[in-house]
Structures are given as structure tokens and as C-alpha cells.
């Protein structure tokens, strides 16, 4: 198999002349033929008996020329790609069959897509932004509140009446010009004060009360209700209070400490939040300047890309995000119908991503050839090893499903945003 000819047919579109030695093209048909030889029947023949010869005279010499063509093609296809020098991209092929025949040389003409040619300049010295990370007294004490709450227990409370915050437990029941309507009673309802979660008016109104208290709340629905026959009505909804409840929190000293955490008093596990918070938000402030970096250098690129990169990355994003929806135990079909989109329709929502992906790709491959940026076996080596240990797995059974030039691929791209980093000027943010 060989490429005969490569040629620019128009933007991002090569045609490829490719030929396959009569040679191997007749060893391909001898293999085609003693594959469907078994289901074929010749009278005067059994089943899958009758020689070639009779074969070919009953349906024609031509009979297995189209399967003897798809044996041959993708492997001629992949090696006279490669032969080109050229980055295919998965998209439409064109084939256009030249010459075909028994001791003749298969010859095919096929048109691809590929990569396109991109320029990029002064990527060097971008200049950022970031952030002084800072950590207060206030920002611990809010995540010890957290963990507070996270450890609380209701307790009921009887000296007092109630207020903003408390859980109150309530029989209620509504009318409207003194008649009940449909969902507006219930008994032992528990609800939280200030919540917002009833009609506005309602809870306010239940503040001050004590238990064991019976009282009316006078309220308006909303003129945008859900029920259109409640609509701006005014309501009377008579209250019984049976309990108030309130959340009591764990006192914080080294006894809370050791239960919630493997340190043993106050001031380390203060000072171990005051890291993780610290470590949390210098992640953040990183990730703002690298997708300020991305912005730059997107803008940056120059080029014609073809619309099947990005058809190919949204594709790609939805794929994932079916997988995302499976380990939450929906599927796709399920989730179109819960919220009306087609699977178009979705695709559409990924394609800013898709495009920024693309584009950023294409960026860092391009400053990557600039730069001479290459990937070492210990780079390949070391990438095995980190994600062996990620997947929890051998490393030799990592090999054997990412291929290392594609690794390699990865790891330069890789390098290439460490070397714009690493080049950017940072400037602190007001």
C-alpha cells in the first residue's frame, strides 16, 4: 500500500491518491472469497463447495470487489495518512474508486479533513491578575459554624415565645371569603421561621406567639400564585401552635474538636481550617489567572478550524455528560422528556465550550512547535505512574488503553500552558 499523491484541495481538505498492489489486493479477494464462499450455493455444487472459478462465471468477476475493498481500505486509509504527514480529523470522507480489477493495482482517491494551519503571536508576558489570598478570624469562625450546625440537635423550648429561626409545629387551615380551598390544611406541619417558604406575611405573623396558642394569620396571595384561583385573594388561615423547637449548638472546646475532627484541641483544628481555607482559595486564584491566560490566547489564535473540530468536541461533551447522568441514575432519553430538549438542542449548549476547548488546544499545540516543546519517556513514564495511581490500577494496565503517543500528546500540551504561566506578569488586583 503507498500514497501515490497529496494535494490541497481547499481549506482544511486534502484529496489523497492511494494505491494497493495488485499483489495484495488478489490475496484480500482470496481471503473474501473463502470467507463467503460458505453461503453461497452453485447448482450442480453443495453449499459453499463450488470453486472460484464457477463462482465468479455465475455472478460475475466483480462479485467481491466491494469487500475486498473494505478489507483493504482502513488500513491503506490509516498508513497513507500517515505516509502524508497529515493530522486527520474524524469527519466526512469522500472516496471516489479509480481502478479496480483483478491483477490490478487497487487505486482510490479519498478527500479529508485535517488540522488546520493556526498562528499565534505574543503569547509571551500575558499579564494576569490575582487576588491577595487572605484568611481572617471571621472566615474560620463561619466554617466552624458550619460544622456546628452540621453536629446540632433540636431542643423544645418552652419560656419563651417564638422567633425568627425556630422550628414551630403547627396545624393550619385556610379559607378564602370563609371558604376552605384545596391544600390549605394540615396538622402537625413543622416550619421554620423566616424561611420564606410560606405566602409572604404568614410567619411574621407567628413570631410572638407561645405554645399551645390558637390564633388566625391574615394574608394576601400573590397576584403571580400558581393556583389562578387564589390569585391576589385575601386569606385567613387559623393556627394552632403546638411546639416550638429551636437548634441548639455544640459548644466549641477540645471535646467537640475531637469528636469532629483527628486534632485534640481548639488552636490546631482552627489552624488546619485556616490552611485548607488558604490552600482552597490560592487553587482559586490560580484558576482564574490560568482562564485568564485561556482568554488571551484564544483570542490570539489565528486560523480557518473546521466546523467538524467543534461538531467533534461537542460531541464528546455530551457524551460525557450522559455519563455524568447515568452515575446519577438517569439517562438521556429520561432527561430530555423531563426537560423538553432534543439531543441537538443540547449539543447546541455545549458548543461555547467545545469551541473554547478547540481553540485553546490548537493555541498550545502551535506555541508547543514554537517553543520546540517535546515529551521525554520520563515525562510518558511519570504521566503512567500518576495515573495508575489515580485509577488505582497497574501502571502496565494504564499502557495498555492510552496509547503513549497520545500521552505524549497531552503532556506537551501541558508544558506549553506551564511556559505561558510561567512567562505571564502578575499584577495585583485592586
Known sequence: MSLKESNKVETNRYELTIVVPAADFDAAMTKVFQRENKKITIPGFRKGKAPRAFVEKYYGESAFYEDTVNM?????????????????????????????????????KVKITVKPEVSIEGYKGLEVTKPEVVVTDEDIDNEVKKVQERNSRMVTVEDRAAENGDITVIDFDGSVDGVHFDGGKAENYSLELGSGSFIPGFEDQIVGHNTG????????????????????????FAIKL???KKKELPQVDDDFVKDVSEFDTVDAYRADLKDKLTTARQNKVNDDADNQIIDQLVEKLQGEIPEAMYVNRMNEDV?????????????MKTYMQYT?????????QFRPQAERQVKIRLALEKIAVLEN?????????????????????????????????????DI??????????????????E
Open 319 to 331: 457524551q460525557e455528560f450522559a455519563y455524568r447522568l447515568q452515575s446519577q441514575g438517569l439517562d
Open 412 to 429: 506537551v500540551v501541558q508544558k506549553a500552558i506551564e511556559l505561558v504561566r510561567d512567562s505571564a506578569v502578575v499584577k495585583a488586583a
Open 340 to 348: 423538553g430538549q432534543t439531543e441537538d438542542s443540547i449539543r447546541e
Open 373 to 409: 516543546v517535546e515529551a521525554t519517556d520520563e515525562d510518558v513514564e511519570n504521566e503512567y505512574n500518576k495515573l495508575a495511581e489515580a485509577y488505582k490500577m497497574e501502571a502496565d494496565k494504564v499502557k495498555s488503553f492510552i496509547p503513549a503517543e497520545e500521552l505524549k500528546k
Open 242 to 244: 403546638h411546639e416550638i
Open 213 to 236: 396558642d390558637e390564633f388566625d394569620v391574615n394574608v394576601k396571595f400573590p397576584d403571580d400564585y400558581h393556583a389562578e384561583e387564589l390569585k391576589g385573594k385575601d386569606a385567613v
Open 72 to 108: 483493504l481500505y482502513p488500513a491503506a486509509l490509516e498508513e497513507a495518512v500517515k505516509e502524508s504527514g497529515l493530522d486527520m480529523i474524524e469527519d466526512k470522507i469522500d472516496f471516489d474508486l479509480v481502478q479496480i480489477g483483478k491483477g490490478k493495482d487497487l487505486e482510490f
